[in-house]
């Protein structure tokens, strides 16, 4: 009877043992369970755009598993892109969706709704910009009177100085179909005088024949390159490059230490003086790439491309408004366009060296007439081959402002390629499209 009594109570605590770790289980699971929160914003309009004067509703979404987060409440600012908010407020976003009237704007430009939400004591963050009338922006700088002197001269300094270039061929690097080496060359130097050296990556297929050449032209920051090896191997000769006078493949840290030391801030140096501010030895230095490419014995003396985002799209444009070998340009969101757009009361380009003011401000009589002479917009006036051109209405970087500014401006044959919500970055599909884009022109296919 004992026995039977004990053997009882033994199943009673192996069952209850079993249930209390499934319950525990069951409850670890549930409370592990978590998920992305989405913050989405959205124009009333499928395009994003409207007229001026018409009133613009943003709705926002806040979701995590793809189901409304239930009692959060969204923090939301209202006002042009980049400038002072004209509207704050905190409100509870209902499952169906908060409707936010934003107004409108009497003249062309961008008005932008960031929103900001907690959810488990975590931020997130969600914008979008409505876009009225962009086509009709205009820009704010000024174009120079003695603007093409000035290239000009800077052009003959350029061809002054022999090319001296030097190759090393990079077998880790190489493909069976490509040839691929590290490259110098010479170079204006930094002070208007003398001469510094240009460093980049030349991919060549192997095979005889002559090829197209596209040159590839570097966004912002300090780091090293690998060339565009993919282009080439479908028979277009490239040239990756970098603007700081350094080779171009040494250890990460080596940049890393550089970006945060002498070259911080490189993008306002000398900005009181056109002859010597940091980007007339970058401006000529992608000119000087294209004699390189150009003097290759490969390349079928005809077809020529620049390529590039961000200051690299502002390159794109540069390069091609200097070099009347450029036969097209394929640019990315591209900076330092109308940079003085703050000075108007509305953004400027990247890298914003007019929004501050008081001891930080960098707007003097002298940086602001500089300028002019490196505003991407000046250039783009110049620009009269055929382009491909791509941006996001939320790139908060390079503001839409700025960039349709210098694409307004474009005689030459332009097409726009627009990712609405993207910031300052590209999706794979537009990455495709202007891959595919500069294949085609290159090579005559489309």
Request: charge should be positive; hydrophobic fraction near 35%.
């Amino acid at each position: 009877m004992n026995k039977k009594r004990t053997s009882i109570f033994k199943s009673i605590f192996r069952a209850a043992n079993l249930a209390l770790l499934l319950f525990a289980c069951t409850t670890a699971f549930a409370q592990n369970r978590t998920g992305q929160v989405q913050v989405q914003v959205r124009p009333d309009h499928a395009d994003w755009t409207y007229k001026p004067g018409e009133a613009v509703k943003f709705q926002i979404n806040v979701l995590q598993n793809g189901h409304p987060v239930p009692g959060v409440r969204a923090s939301y600012k209202i006002g042009p892109e980049m400038m002072d908010p004209r509207l704050e407020k905190t409100e509870a976003v209902p499952a169906t969706g908060l409707i936010v009237e934003a107004g409108t704007m009497k003249e062309a430009g961008f008005l932008r709704c960031i929103v900001t939400v907690e959810v488990d004591g975590k931020m997130y963050r969600g914008l979008a910009t409505a876009g009225f009338s962009p086509e009709t922006i205009q820009p704010t700088t000024d174009d120079p009177a003695d603007f093409d002197t000035f290239w000009t001269q800077g052009k003959n300094d350029l061809a002054k100085i022999p090319l001296d270039a030097k190759l090393t061929l990079l077998p880790e690097y190489s493909t069976p179909a490509v040839n691929v080496y590290h490259v110098n060359l010479q170079n204006v130097g930094g002070d208007g005088r003398g001469v510094s050296r240009l460093y980049g990556i030349l991919c060549e297929p192997k095979a005889e024949g002559k090829y197209p050449a596209a040159l590839s032209v570097p966004g912002a920051g300090v780091r090293p390159y690998r060339g565009m090896i993919a282009l080439a191997e479908k028979g277009i000769i490239t040239f990756q490059i970098g603007i700081h006078g350094l080779p171009v493949i040494l250890d990460q840290s080596v940049y890393d230490s550089l970006g945060r030391g002498g070259l911080a801030g490189y993008m306002v140096n000398n900005l009181d003086n056109r002859n010597t501010y940091y980007y007339r030895r970058v401006y000529l230095g992608c000119v000087r790439a294209n004699d390189f490419l150009t003097s290759l014995p490969k390349w079928n003396g005809r077809d020529l491309a620049v390529t590039g985002g961000s200051q690299g799209g502002a390159l794109s444009i540069v390069t091609t408004a200097l070099d009347p070998r450029v036969k097209g340009l394929a640019a990315s969101y591209p900076a330092l366009s109308d940079m003085t757009g703050y000075l108007s009361n509305r953004a400027g380009g990247w890298p914003h060296m007019f929004r501050a003011t008081g001891k930080d401000s960098h707007r003097t009589k002298e940086k602001i007439e500089t300028s002019k002479y490196y505003d991407v917009v000046n250039f783009a006036r110049r620009v009269k081959v055929q382009g491909i051109y791509t941006w996001g209405f939320n790139d908060e970087t390079c503001p839409p402002t700025s960039m349709y500014s210098a694409y307004n401006v474009i005689p030459g044959k332009k097409e726009l390629l627009l990712a609405l919500e993207m910031g300052h970055a590209t999706i794979p599909e537009q990455v495709d499209r202007l891959t595919l884009w500069l294949e085609n022109f290159l090579k005559h296919t489309n």
